[in-house]
């Protein structure tokens, strides 16, 4: 039982060790936290539906978790420079889009729930 802890607590240190490098080391993850941030803060200002803050909070999940996957792709592919392959570049490239999809299609959902909120807070600001 007591070594099944210990272990377990290694592995949760390994998995924040590898999430301190991606802070650290990672713009764009760091960018994306950031904005994640912003939308919990945002969920909490606008009292915003459960359903809606889960899908806000898969949204924040789904971008995070492929740019970690897109990391761990191009080190992987950057351990096998030395016998550069056609296809390395490629890979990166359509990692890269795939972030930038799960990113917009993210972006577009948050405007979707949050438009309402923003909307109804500048009719508010007109009627003063």
């Known amino acids: 039982m007591i070594e099944g802890f210990r272990r377990f607590r290694r592995s949760l240190k390994h998995a924040f060790d590898g999430l301190k490098w991606a802070i650290v ?8 936290l950031v904005i994640g941030f912003f939308v919990v803060l945002f969920i909490l200002i606008f009292d915003v539906k459960n359903w809606e803050a889960v899908i806000l909070l898969l949204m924040i999940m789904w971008v995070l978790i492929f740019e970690l996957v897109n990391t761990v792709l191009e080190r992987v592919v950057d351990i096998l420079k030395p016998r550069i392959h056609p296809y390395a570049r490629l890979i990166k490239d359509l990692m ?7 990113a917009t299609v993210s972006i577009i959902v948050g405007l979707l729930i949050f438009y309402p909120y923003f909307r109804e807070i500048l009719l508010l600001v007109r009627s003063y």
Not at 25 to 32: A, L, Q, T, V, W
Not at 96 to 102: C, R
């Open 96 to 102: 890269a889009g795939v972030v930038l999809i799960s």
């Open 25 to 32: 080391h990672e713009k764009n993850f760091r960018i994306e």
